[in-house]
């Protein structure tokens, strides 16, 4: 009689329980070392340099079949087997959701599984949109892990929340693309590995609105391409990947490194953005639980004016507060996953916006205050709240601000209600 | 392979679309006429005379078969069968979760559909804690929908958050109970058809803190029983059913009247509030969706300084804000429902009280946007939004206060990680 | 050498004092008795026949000299000492704000005083723009007590948080004005001493957009006028004024009953809104006053789970950030009322807007934390608190809705920036 | 008649308006400068050796009469003359208020004007508590700033928002202090001039409980002292000067480096922290108004779907609520600096608390939506805006957390009404 059912689905399980008994044995035993170490190279060497910890996390999590999880059902074809878990098919997005979650806990998972952004998104876009010869070039190496990738599209001179303000061009000529602009945010540009860019810019300023813009594969060494310098986020440079502002004058590539055709950048943008946005949902999600899994503790922990501080004023109220919060907005996301699975991005728009408002609000907040019950030391990287708070507050803004999200989820509600636009 | 499953069981989602039907073909279009009628009555003569509407439209609920659906699956035996739905045997909590959800956006359907507070919940406790006398004597003509009931738990003397403050008495006399005290916000008390009470007081004062109080049947008409006065929830009467305060003084009622036995009160109202708060959150989600439908209405056909209300300002973020709040929250319900399903009310301590404080909260917020953009008008009731706010403010302090249940959350939370209290 | 001085002057001092003592020793005893009285008319007479109560008082406040304290030091000229304290010269608004305070913390306090809205505003109207004969006609009765007076302006068909969508007319015809419209939310219309509305309406639509509309004192016997029926909000009626709905059907009053001339409407509004939103703040704070010692008392009386209510969970951080919160507000009106004071409404126009958006916002949560802390009581007329929402939530609308005032602040910062809009 | 006015008094307009000046021509058009130069500093080499500059504007303030303006007037004795203003006698917490303000804006005017917390609060507590000695050797180099201090009293192994949980010792042994312990977010220790600290610690446990600590110059290169590390917030060091961890083993000073005898320490921090707050407070003010106009100009410059950003969604709502905060912020911290002017510290025990919970959730805020409108741009250093979100960020710890400044507001509220604690 039953048919809503909240629980996983035994594959789901099994795999969800794998990947944390292997964060649990492998990576968190390694991760304050791997914090310590990055925090020494700052000081005195190249951050940028991955620390070997990585190469070898890697190496075990694929000996495991822990390995591209993220490889969706719909359009992993023959590479889930190959590069995936074992015997792999590819999981929906409401199954890979909760291991996303697990992932978020620790800076170095999402690498370590080769589940990182935005090399997930861009793998996905070869999946779905690439040809054979692009897939072969550049999907196979990304799913071995052997190279990483890029995706340029925002840029620092216009408002790009308007993607259509983009003024970085990508004329075609003859049998070339001719590529010109300045991007910044480009997430990833920091590692040595990051071979390949996904380049977004503006190819027939006269075609209708959604079809101006073409998204092309460059290559990092092309002539022209010059990684200006790289940006920091709230004092955090997200070592090794890194955000880039990159410059690309005169750059030239064959034309067929357009990804599915010339002025096609605003229909694999909209399917790409889906999954991605689940993903990192759920990992802010799993930062929002690690949190307040430290405040709950450090709250039990530490005594002021007789009581233990999670005994003191309003303290328990937001302990509750959180846990309501942290359930709604994961809740939330699991029907928007299960949403995308069942009917596609264009049936999940609004649910899909709807948590990229929701759930970085919440992550803040609770991140917010399990630094606060945390004191001094809650906003030192003495914990790894302070990058957690970061990271929300920096998904208010990539993958389009807040407001943008808003104004789609309203466009959708008052459109039920006869509103054109 | 996909095992989440958001969407509603074949049985629900029938039941689901007769009783939306029922409400858009009866109740809907008398529902203008039952309130002028009401104000009315207010002016002019006894708003406690329920209007012979009522009746008609509980007759053809009843012929549908759209009657007493509240009643719960594992406990239903033959009474559903009898008095419910044709061939029934309960719902699950989730299966009429939506149920609810539709019936709270009207302020009759519950009566029609012999689905209010607080007769669900005394016609529950009946059946899974009533003697077969008991519910010969009073269930059955509660499912008949012949005589109502109310619940006199909450006093005026004492912070009743607390329950073991409660200072009303029932004490056991040879085979005769005696009972003393004043009890208020009885609901219901205001209908003539209420008939039976259910009483709830201090038996033995010895016993441990959870086993001292009782819970005991006492009939309206019985000696000693007073209605002082009804109350008014920020001007609202809530007619027909309405909130009392009532005195008991020297009643005497027989030995078997007792429900479970003496000193089981806290036991049984463990039990009974799981269900009903669902209920209640629900309706609560039906009133929200009810004004984010009229806000947006309103938003669309108005218009300011030459644009729709709908566009100015920030009020597509607000609409977009009560889509995702509603959403989140309406989650959040079924997965109380679900978890108290599956594991009984133990099972889902938590989630019954992260609704509780959640979902009131929500919807006050989304009704008074609502209320705001219909400037004057919204505040008054030419539309429902002044008593819709009322029912989400009231249902912050009915069945325990925000503040008792984010402690019960923050308990559990804590719990997880060794706090004993 | 110190210069800012946040000590009231000596004659402020004095007359808070005394209006304070008048309002302990004379009306807060009363008070009781009178809501008691009035709650017994609403059952079973005519709640909008005053109590005589109010008139008793009202002698007992003009024997001491409290009376038309109001009156604004600029424009009182020979007013003040005539109606107004004993050789009073009227007092800045600076002066007077914490009179509206103390009067604020009382239902009948205003009336008593002759400070009430909408009054106050109408006799400063005809202050400052009225001919001598519309001030021996009606500023004299007015500030006699003899009679009231209503202000007409908000439609029920128009979203009338713009003016200029005002439907009504007042269009001159020879020597005489013909009016016609709807109006709504008209307060004071309730009471029977209410004899002459100030009605805002369109005279020439072909002037430019602020001098499009005239004031016009019509009488309320006048032939056409109709009072269709009361309004409540929030279930309130505020008797003996109350908010009216009125018709005005080929309505003919003499020209020389228009205000300042033809088309200027908006430039009387302009000057009459300044004060009276400084009063309606400041008596709104004396009620979040009133709420949070309420809030305090109950929480050191009423005792759960061991403790006083105050001691348990949040509440004494929500007592402390509503002290914080009432006295911003309290300082943010003080000094719009000394912006108005040094430079009047046009210097203070960011400011006027400012305490309209943020006063009623503040009451409305302090508020709600008091009746909160009530516990059921709190919804009811057993405390003011209800009352007291109601008249902080309506005031979000009154007068101009948040949105609009919003609007006005953020045109001003713009401005600083060279916004021309 | 006026007695209430909120204008400054001619001295700190004067004052004032030559500080903004001096910011304007002198240290704005530097701080691009100096901010490239830290920030290569911090790549290459050593940015806790201060960069020239800050020296070369110290002169120019100390010619132009700007330096140590926060000289209280009730302590300032000859020193203000010698080491302040040209003839100057010291300001008032009011008229010293709107400086503070304006140096707030910049991240290298405290510095320069010799107004810099800790030093600030050193200098006072030397001011009103040191023997002539202590002032001769420490207190005249610091007005001099020719030296830096650092106050060393939060400790990593305890809850030091309950003071009375330090754990570090200063024992009294014959002529000299002997001291141990560890210390962090010891502000300033990480600039080359600090060779001063105050310690507070453990005296005599078995004192009253405000009697049991001690403070106690220690300098610097006393045997024993080590600097463990410095500290960042958010990412940010804050140099030159930092927040350090310090140990403190076995270290010995003579008995004469007491400040105002052993166990004297608490009624010292109760004197030191009013002006500090008041300080903190009005610089963060200084801040959100520097963010508040960055996003009104960042809002008209930049164009997204047609529109201005400013023009967008909630943008204008937010401009304005932030102006009203702002303002709401300012006018509390100057209530209650002049209540620390007219009555002390004690006078001033709840507002001083107030502005602390107030003020910096006030700024986080603001500071926030200015960085939404920045896009990406905003969370990086190209703007002030990460920078200023973080000092609001932390000043909700340092100084006492919000949640110990709430518990000293509500007790005092309470105590009105008899709760004796």
């Not at 099994?14 to 304050?32: C, G, W």
């Not at 080769?114 to 054979?132: I, K, Q, S």
């Not at 990051?194 to 990092?220: E, K, N, Q, W, Y």
């Not at 809740?331 to 899909?352: H, R």
């Amino acid at each position: 009689m039953q048919s809503v059912d909240f629980s996983p689905s035994l594959r789901a399980a099994d795999l969800t329980a794998r990947v944390k008994d292997f964060i649990d044995t492998e990576i968190a035993p390694a991760e304050e070392g791997y914090h310590r170490d990055l925090a020494e190279a700052r000081r005195t060497g190249d951050p940028w340099q991955p620390l070997p910890l990585i190469e070898e996390l890697k190496t075990k999590a694929r000996e495991r079949g822990l390995w591209n999880l993220f490889l969706p059902h719909e359009h992993a074809g023959a590479y889930a087997a190959r590069f995936g878990t074992d015997g792999g098919e590819g999981l929906t997005n409401l199954d890979y959701a909760p291991i996303a979650e697990l992932t978020g806990r620790s800076a170095i998972a999402p690498l370590v599984l080769n589940c990182n952004a935005p090399d997930t998104g861009n793998m996905e876009v070869l999946l779905r949109y690439g040809t054979e010869a692009q897939r072969k070039e550049w999907l196979e190496p990304l799913l071995d892990g052997r190279i990483r990738s890029a995706f340029t599209m925002t840029e620092p001179d216009v408002a790009s929340s308007d993607a259509t303000n983009m003024e970085a061009t990508a004329v075609v000529d003859g049998d070339e693309v001719l590529i010109n602009g300045r991007k910044w945010w480009s997430t990833g540009v920091g590692h040595p590995d990051c071979t390949i860019f996904v380049f977004m810019g503006l190819t027939d300023p006269d075609a209708d609105r959604h079809h101006r813009h073409s998204m092309v594969l460059v290559p990092r060494d092309t002539p022209g391409v010059k990684i200006e310098r790289l940006l920091n986020t709230m004092g955090v440079y997200d070592e090794p990947l890194g955000h880039g502002e990159v410059s690309f004058t005169d750059v030239r590539v064959p034309l067929t490194n357009v990804i599915s055709g010339p002025g096609e950048a605003f229909a694999i943008a909209q399917g790409r953005l889906g999954p991605g946005r689940v993903h990192h949902c759920m990992r802010l999600i799993g930062l929002a639980e690690m949190s307040l899994e430290l405040a709950c503790k450090r709250g039990l922990a530490r005594t002021a004016f007789g009581k233990p501080l999670a005994n003191l004023g309003g303290n328990r109220e937001r302990i509750a507060d959180a846990r309501i919060a942290i359930n709604m907005a994961r809740l939330l996301v699991l029907d928007a996953a299960w949403k995308l699975d069942v009917g596609g991005p264009i049936n999940a728009l609004s649910e899909v916006s709807q948590i990229k408002v929701a759930v970085p609000a919440m992550a803040q907040q609770v991140i917010d205050f399990a630094m606060q019950i945390h004191g001094g030391g809650g906003l030192s990287d003495d914990f790894p709240l302070s990058g957690a708070w970061t990271a929300a507050r920096a998904l208010r803004l990539a993958d389009g601000p807040d407001e943008v999200h808003r104004g789609v989820v309203a466009r959708l509600e008052l459109g039920r209600y006869g509103a054109s636009r």
